[in-house]
């Protein structure tokens, strides 16, 4: 347990740190804290004993270690309230209302890492409750088709077709008429049986090039149902931090981005704001992963922010939760 002087100090050398990245001395401490150099270095001395702060070399003043971070998220730090400018910024998404969940949640992240500097990441998934709505077809050249599939909450998603030979466009439509006939109503989780079991045995009768149209549309109806999306912004701005202008660890990062598979473990299962310090996330240790699950009208997922442990949690986490409250609302 801290003394009250000993969280005003560690609260002051997170917060000067996080503004500035620089280590901070006993010295800069003395006039707010109205105390000799002396005192805070005893103070900064035990604080580095209990594995709160550390040094960047031995003559260096300390910054907060992974720990000291944990304990101000926990202990110490309060919600910042947004500026008028921030909340005028997201209030023009979230209440927009000709646009649809998905692409709110989206867009309001992409505002918050352009506010903050960090990397935004919505990993999204439709709800069974999502009923295929309607399905159209654009062609792109001969053999490349854009499926255009609409629920009825109105997420919108979007799949290449690549057709494995030449097929008529009289033959498409045929093909797309029967799909919307008989999967209008279903739920995105069930739509792969439905085309299996009710399309299938029948397009024969309907369509001369069946076998070529229905693999082709089963193999992208199947990645709808199943993938997860990935939207990403401000994949650079982690890297402008100065912590991070080490070119192999900037390699890591990028690599990291650009893995799907990796980022997709970013998903959060538990309700609230989650923050994952350093080595508590699976991502980098280097950096702070913060998160939450949302489940809103029929749409869930997970929004996050990444950014160095030097992170302004207190203006992060009440953005965070702006976003989840209004879109709630």
């Not at 500026?83 to 867009?107: C, F, M, P, W």
């Not at 690549?162 to 008429?177: H, P, Q, R, Y």
């Not at 990291?256 to 609230?272: A, L, S, T, W, Y």
């Amino acid at each position: 347990m801290l003394t009250k002087r000993q969280e005003e100090i560690l609260k002051l050398i997170v917060e000067e740190y996080i503004k500035n990245a620089k280590p901070i001395g006993s010295k800069s401490l003395c006039d707010q804290l109205k105390c000799s150099s002396a005192t805070i270095r005893a103070e900064m001395n035990m604080l580095e004993k209990y594995d709160l702060l550390e040094k960047t070399h031995i003559s260096s003043g300390r910054i907060p270690s992974e720990r000291g971070y944990r304990y101000y998220v926990d202990n110490i730090m309060q919600p910042k309230e947004l500026s008028g400018e921030d909340v005028l910024k997201l209030q023009t998404i979230v209440q927009n209302k000709s646009l649809v969940v998905s692409d709110v949640i989206a867009q309001s992240m992409e505002i918050i890492s352009e506010l903050t500097n960090y990397t935004a990441i919505v990993l999204g998934k439709s709800s069974s409750d999502n009923l295929i709505n309607k399905v159209e077809v654009v062609p792109i050249d001969s053999q490349k088709l854009v499926a255009i599939i609409v629920t009825d909450k109105g997420h919108v998603e979007h799949k290449n077709i690549f057709i494995d030979g030449l097929v008529s466009g009289a033959e498409i439509k045929k093909t797309v008429d029967l799909i919307n006939k008989l999967i209008v109503g279903t739920p995105i989780d069930q739509v792969s049986t439905v085309l299996e079991f009710q399309v299938k045995p029948i397009i024969s009768n309907y369509v001369e090039q069946h076998e070529i149209l229905y693999n082709a549309f089963y193999n992208a109806f199947s990645e709808f149902t199943t993938a997860e999306s990935v939207k990403m912004s401000g994949t650079k701005n982690i890297l402008m931090q100065p912590e991070f202008n080490d070119a192999d660890k900037i390699r890591e990062i990028v690599s990291k981005f650009e893995d799907k598979d990796m980022v997709k473990r970013i998903e959060e299962d538990n309700q609230g704001i989650n923050i994952y310090i350093g080595s508590e996330n699976n991502f980098d240790d280097d950096v702070t992963v913060i998160k939450s699950k949302y489940v809103i009208n029929g749409e869930e997922g997970t929004i996050a922010l990444i950014g160095p442990k030097r992170m302004e949690y207190d203006r992060v986490i009440t953005l965070l939760n702006y976003i989840i409250d209004n879109i709630k609302t």
